[in-house]
Nanobody, 124 residues
Framework: QVQLVESGGGSVQAGGSLRLSCAAS????????MGWFRQAPGKEREGIAA???????SYAVSLKGRFTISRGYAEHTIYLQMNSLKPEDTAIYFC??????????????????WGQGTQVTVSS
């Protein structure tokens, strides 16, 4: 059973930074794509960034520059560094895993496995 666990969410003032972590377990294939998504109240889930096992990355254009995705030394571990946070970044942030060999999409429907999410709240 594949499980993803996010951590690192919390409350921060505008202009601050947070680093989210995600660790997946139970996935045994060598090629995969992991990504970060977020969902604010009343809005659809949106893709933030994704990273493949080859190190390739995809970013939402509007967030690139403030948000950076990276892989950890441990297998199936990724991070999301979020800088210059704004109140509109307030949302539940999710980690997800796709069995796709190439990491060239941020469509939530392409990711089969999801974590429970972690809340990020940015106050003005």
């Amino acid at each position: 059973q594949v499980q993803l666990v996010e951590s690192g969410g919390g409350s921060v003032q505008a202009g601050g930074s947070l680093r989210l972590s995600c660790a997946a377990s139970g996935y045994s294939y060598s090629r995969y794509c992991m990504g970060w998504f977020r969902q604010a109240p009343g809005k659809e889930r949106e893709g933030i960034a994704a990273i493949g096992t080859d190190g390739s990355t995809s970013y939402a254009v509007s967030l690139k520059g403030r948000f950076t995705i990276s892989r950890g030394y441990a297998e199936h571990t990724i991070y999301l560094q979020m800088n210059s946070l704004k109140p509109e970044d307030t949302a539940i942030y999710f980690c997800a895993l796709s069995s796709a060999a190439y990491c060239n999409t941020l469509a939530p429907s392409r990711f089969e496995y999801w974590g429970q999410g972690t809340q990020v709240t940015v106050s003005s």
